[in-house]
């Protein structure tokens, strides 16, 4: 019972001892009040501090916080928007007690002066200059905070614009505006493409054309040519002119007949086989010709007529 009773004081002795040991974990200041009275600051490791007169009132952190703002304000042309802007603070080591004790909430007078300074900047700007100079409203957040909380101990770190919401219907707009503006330029690069097709396939059709025609001016000179060697072999050989081209035109006829009768679908017209047949449609084609030139000769008279001054009688 005695031990007992002598336990009783050394158990008192080290809870008394126990008591005004504390620690502070790293990046964190402890604020020592004695009586009621700011004392002192802690800082991180094993500290002491008297039992039942000294208290510890309160821990200040000195990492770097980071508070997440949402603003709903107006555009300078009248649109709604959202904005979500956060801002990274810590303490000053230097400064634990200002910030400490002079400020109740910190958090509520930072997300204050982010209200004021959103809803005086993005009003000057329409929505899309608020997208374009994001970084400058952060700018000028940043600015404005660290003025007002530098006399509190706080310092501001980095302020963020890290969201830009319009209202639904705004965003469908732009969307469609966005997606007009793409098909229109689909559009243009497609009648452009278009063009340059028709431009390619005009070319290429006038180059066949022209090479066609100069084909064909080929074949007939060489027609032509072999006809004359023709004639002039069979008046060699006693045959005039005229009979030469009567046996051409036969001999070419019967080469017609030959090949049309080689396509087993192709249509074939008869024509008289009679010896002077020949000698006819030659006959013919010569009186063709001849009236073609006269007729052409007339009308060149004609307009050479035409042409000449008019004598006026005076």
């Known amino acids: 019972m005695d031990s ?16 005004g040991i504390f620690t502070v974990k790293q990046q964190t200041a402890a604020i020592v009040e004695r009586l009621g009275k700011f004392h ?28 997440d703002v949402m603003v709903e304000t107006k555009t300078k042309d009248d649109v709604f928007v959202k904005l979500k802007v956060s801002v990274q603070f810590r303490v000053k080591p230097n400064a634990v007690y200002d910030a400490f004790y002079e400020l109740e909430n910190p958090y509520e007078q930072i ?37 007002a909380m530098s006399e509190y101990g706080y310092v501001i770190v980095k302020a963020l614009v890290t969201d830009i919401d319009p ?82 035109v036969v001999t070419q006829h019967y080469d017609t007949l030959q090949a049309m009768g080689e ?11 009679a010896p002077s047949s020949a000698s006819d449609m030659l006959g013919d084609m010569t009186a063709s010709f001849v009236a073609s030139q006269q007729i052409g000769e007339k009308m060149k008279e004609k307009s050479l007529e035409l042409k000449q001054p008019v004598k006026v009688k005076k």
Request: net charge neutral; charged share 30%.
């Open 4 to 19: 007992a009773v002598m336990l009783v004081p050394f158990f008192i002795a080290l809870f008394i001892i126990l008591s």
């Open 40 to 67: 002192s600051i802690k800082n991180p490791g094993l500290q002491f501090k008297i039992p039942f007169i000294d208290s510890v009132a309160g821990r200040v952190t000195l990492k770097i916080q980071q508070l």
């Open 111 to 147: 997300t204050s002066y982010v209200f004021d300074t959103v809803r005086a900047e993005v009003p000057k700007l329409k929505l899309d200059d608020v997208f374009l100079r994001k970084d400058d409203i952060a700018v000028a957040i940043r600015r404005e905070i660290s003025d």
């Open 167 to 248: 209202d639904h219907a705004v965003k469908n707009a732009m969307n469609r505006i966005n997606a007009a503006e793409r098909e229109k330029v689909a559009a243009e690069y497609e009648g452009e493409a278009e063009r340059i097709r028709i431009v390619a396939k005009a070319r290429a059709e006038a180059e066949s054309k022209r090479l066609q025609g100069q084909g064909i001016a080929d074949q007939r000179r060489e027609i032509a040519k072999g006809l004359e060697e023709s004639v002039d072999i069979l008046n060699r050989v006693g045959i005039n002119s005229q009979e030469a081209s009567a046996l051409i």
């Open 263 to 273: 396509n087993a679908n192709s249509n074939l017209i008869m024509l008289p086989n």
